[in-house]
């Protein structure tokens, strides 16, 4: 595996459902993201995580919940979602304190509550 | 509000023409500078950085940044219709690599 991957690359989900996203980057990297892209929308950004430490966490309800258990991996888990929840889930990494610190993207899930 | 602003488009422009995407940006403190390229159903790949005024080459990109006017550009040489695609530019505000995005500009390469 090269990059970013992430998984599953499509998910259906109820309101009363309980699901996890994955994210693993090969970069050798020391920062990660989630982001939410929705139609017509800016990317927002929604959790960073510095060394495995959370450091951002723009307002995002609790029914959405980060897990970063080391440097290589992230987890998003859902529960109880609501319909305009529903998007494209983008996880990217960087490697902070050098360079620009360029971020690179996963390939997404795309999410859909029904 | 920090903001990054984007023209939506679309941008139409024949094959073999030069492309130029524009960007402004509200936060005069912002450092670094990143064009994205998106295709439709894809995820967001990065094509250029900058963070000093003036002029980066890449092939057929060239980014151009004005920090004094809060302005920085993408322009697309020899426009080829495989470059159709949504182009974001982020702005790296703060600290931790903390982008915000623009809306994204689309771009139609027309043969």
């Known amino acids: 595996e090269t990059g970013v991957t992430q998984t599953p690359r499509h998910l259906v989900m109820g309101m009363t459902n309980k699901k996890s996203l994955k994210c693993e980057q090969h970069?050798?990297?020391?920062?990660m993201y989630w982001y939410k892209q929705s139609a017509k929308k800016p990317l927002e950004l929604m959790f960073v995580y510095n060394f495995k430490e959370q450091t951002e966490n723009n307002s995002v309800p609790s029914r959405f919940s980060p897990e970063c258990p080391n440097s290589s991996h992230l987890f998003l888990h859902l529960h109880t979602l609501q319909p305009e929840d529903s998007a494209l889930y983008l996880c990217a990494s960087s490697q902070e304190g050098l360079g620009l610190g360029e971020q690179y993207f996963g390939p997404g899930t795309r999410l859909t509550v029904t | 509000q920090k903001e990054v602003e984007q023209n939506s488009g679309p941008l139409s422009v024949p094959e073999g023409a030069i492309a130029s995407l524009n960007c402004t940006y509200s936060d005069r403190v912002s450092q670094s500078f990143f064009w994205y390229r998106q295709y439709s159903g894809k995820s967001p790949e990065l094509i250029m950085s900058?963070?000093?005024?003036g002029d980066k080459e890449d092939g057929r990109f060239t980014a151009q940044l004005n920090k004094a006017s809060q302005y920085v550009s993408l322009l697309i040489r020899d426009s080829q219709p495989s470059d159709s695609a949504t182009y974001l530019c982020a702005v790296n505000t703060g600290t931790a690599s903390k982008l915000t995005f623009g809306t994204g500009t689309r771009l139609q390469v027309t043969l």
């Open positions: 900058i963070y000093s005024n």
């Open positions: 970069l050798g990297h020391n920062a």
